[in-house]
């Protein structure tokens, strides 16, 4: 019996996958947890495994986008039963979520990637930004009819959550559509139509703009005693395995701070500002190759050194192998960005919605500085905090730079916190 | 007595019968159909066949009379009617031998005889054999209507007479009263004046057909009173005088009075069920007005009982009978099936002929209040001219917030044949921007249906858009 490939849910926020590319042939002959294909979400990339030994029959096609338990292939248990599977090929394969599993039904999808709906539907849909491959459809064959698609209406389950601010439509586009073709003075060269991660930067960077009063405050932090700190222990932390980093303590750092000015760990919901149990902290970390993943190290608070060293260290391992987790990526409440790390010093970095404030770290510089009435060389780091000024003003915000600028000056201050 | 078990009883032969009986059959379930007259119910035998074949008859005759615009020259000798009756019987054997095939194809066991409930789960049978018990563990009341009578004039079958009687007349009377203006009595009104009867009909209501469209039952009565036909509506009949081979109606409309003198007087103002033959007392089974009731699963308040066609109060048309005599079926069997009766087409065979599917202009209107209605005519279709001179037009009601299509009517040459694509349209949530983007062949007269779509989405063809 041959067993089908589906899209996996990885996360509770997942809804759809772009089959990037297939890795095998068609009728290759794989073994259970073989990598068959590469897939991308809005937040990670994932390598597919075979569910089962056989041949491998694809219907997915390359590029095309599909809901999560749409099915793009299957990997026949024989040759024989592969032979089959391919000689009905003209038929288009339909989604079947296995009788066990406990993901939502999925819309009907065609061979081409087409979501099965009727027309009224499809324009209901549109209307009222909706997406199609969220909604459980209950025609013929699990067509998505009218009906389904008011019902996904009335629950708003699938438009933006109703506390959320949203002060421009969903359906906007982060940039205009428009019309690129025969301007005067300049001809294309090539057109790349952003789907995955590339194209929820481009749609959560232009609604954390658009969403908040973001404004950026400027200071600079002495950082004489976390070099020598650092260098005192990083010979100790290699007893235990591991390389002691600067942004292993500015994050301990940035969790004692956040423990001093709780208002910094919110979020906001329309009129309801959460305060957070957890301070969850997202490390932005560029990619070779491009691209920008936000690991996050859940309750840093808590944390040693240690453990959050060995935890981002993972997760970026993780990264690299497009083997990243939902959980990886999800439940921030504050991040970090480091691009000191590639030589910058002072940002706007932009809020990580829904949080109310990232912190931007320069590259250490040695500056002239006065101490102590004397022009001294002192080894300068840049921040850059940007937060969110419909929540946190003056005075929250001073405490939360102050609180990190101190366990930064001597990191010392992380043991006795 | 023989006391039979089985899985499934359907009382009544009719179209929502048998095609309840031939799917249960299908199905696997033990089956028997209980037929006391002829397979095929109303419809086959005193309905919509034997009906339909006069409107052919009385088409023919008529079209003698434009054969000389095409240049050909022929001559009207007259109709012998007897020999229409039995090419019309000839019919209506070959279609009623054709259902009891079906049925027997399916493995249903056709019992002929009267069934009476004698309690919920026992049904008694009375055949030319003697009388026999049923036991079923479901059943399917399929029993139908007959036409109603008028208390001022009780049918007689000679000179006051329903359609029954009318479809088997083998003369015709010089002049026909029509009480009831409904498809039946239209339908009626149109072959006998076509036929060459002084038709008057009579309608107590204020309007003729009244739910169906406005403008199509405007153009259909002027067609008529074209043709010859007298209406009379909001007219009250005071009094029936019988003479010898004549009647006296005194009727009064709109304050004035008028005396109807007529030859016969058909009666169509309705039709009754015929559930007051089954003994439902005997059952815990819910009534009102003489309707059974049913939910969307045709399942009566008694789990075990169902009922389909006219004697549910839905839509009184063999064709969602059909529909409804699956579904029951299909529930017995164990499935989870409903019945929507959001897109049902109905078909007027009066000339020219009417048709609908949906909610007229008005209905959409009073529903919806982004509803709009686009026309076409089919003097802009060239098959029509053609076959017909182009009478008639076709209305699409579109509701513009998504362009969902709500309703459609038409009047015209052919239009019964035209519905099934405006419903074949609805029932897959087209939208009036996707109909109109499907291609109709020309020349055809199924164009029209794409004609009205363009209309509707603001790009017409074959029409300037006012």
Known sequence: MAKSIYIPKLGVEMTSAILVEWVVPEGAQVEAGQIIANLETDKLTKEMEAPAAGYLYRTGEEGVEYPVTASIGQVAASKDEYDTLAGVAAAPSVAAPTAGSASVAAPVVAANGRIKASPLAKRIAKDNSIALSAVQGTGHNGAIIRRDVLAAIESGATAVPAAEPVAVSPAAFATEPGQYHELPYKTIKRVETLRGMPKALVDNMFKS??????????????????????????????????????????????????????????????????????????????????????????????????EIHRRLDEAVERAKNKALTYEDISGSTFTLTNYGSFGGHRGTPVLNLPEVAILGTGAIVQRPIVKDGAIVIGNMMDLSFTTDHRVISGEPSSRFMRTFIKCVEDPRMLLLR | MDVITCDVVVIGGGPGGYSAAIRAGQIGLKTVLIEKDELGGVCLNVGCIPTKAFVKCASQVKSIEKLSELGISATYHGLDLKKFQAKKNATVSKLTGGVGFLLNSAKVDVVKGEAVFADNETLAVKTAQGERRYKARNYIIAVGTRPRPLDILPFDGKTVVSSTDALNWDTLPKRLAVIGAGVVGMEFASIFSRLGVEVTVLEVLPKILPMEDADVVAHLQKSMERQGVKFFTGAKILSAARKTG?????????????????????????????????????????????????????????????????????????????????????????????????????????????????????????????????????????????????????KIIVDEQYGEILGYSMVGAGVGELIAAPAVAMSLEATAESLSEVITPHPSLSEIVKETALMAVGKPLHMNRK
């Open chain 1, 209 to 306: 703009m658009q969403t908040t009063a973001q404004m950026t405050g400027f200071s600079e932090v002495e950082v004489s005693g976390l070099i020598a700190f650092r260098k005192d222990m990083v010979a100790l932390s290699e007893t235990l395995g591991y390389r002691l980093t600067y942004t292993d303590i500015l994050i301990k750092a940035a969790a004692c701070a956040l423990k001093e000015a709780p208002l910094v760990n919110t979020s906001l919901y329309g009129h309801d500002l959460v305060y957070w149990e957890n301070i969850n902290i997202g490390v932005a970390v560029a990619m070779p190759g491009g691209g920008l993943v936000v690991p996050v190290i859940h309750n840093a608070d808590k944390l040693g050194l240690g």
């Open chain 2, 246 to 394: 004549a009647v006296t109606l005194e009727i009064k409309t709109a304050g004035k009075k008028n005396i109807v003198t007529t030859d016969k007087v058909l009666v169509a103002v309705g039709r009754q069920t015929n559930v007051d033959t089954l003994n439902l007392a005997s059952t815990n089974v819910k009534t009102d007005m003489g309707y059974i009731m049913v939910d969307a699963g045709m399942r009566t308040n008694v789990p075990f009982i169902y009922a389909v066609g006219d004697v549910t109060p839905s839509w009184q048309l063999a064709h969602v009978a059909y529909e409804e005599g699956y579904i029951a079926a299909e529930n017995i069997a164990g499935e989870k099936k409903t019945m929507s009766y959001e897109v049902v087409p109905r078909c007027i065979y009066t000339t020219p002929e009417v048709s609908a599917v949906g909610l007229t202009e008005e209905q959409a209107k009073a529903k919806h209040k982004n509803a709009k209605a686009y026309t076409f005519p089919f003097s802009a279709v060239g098959k029509a001219l053609i076959e017909s001179g182009g009478d008639g037009f076709a």
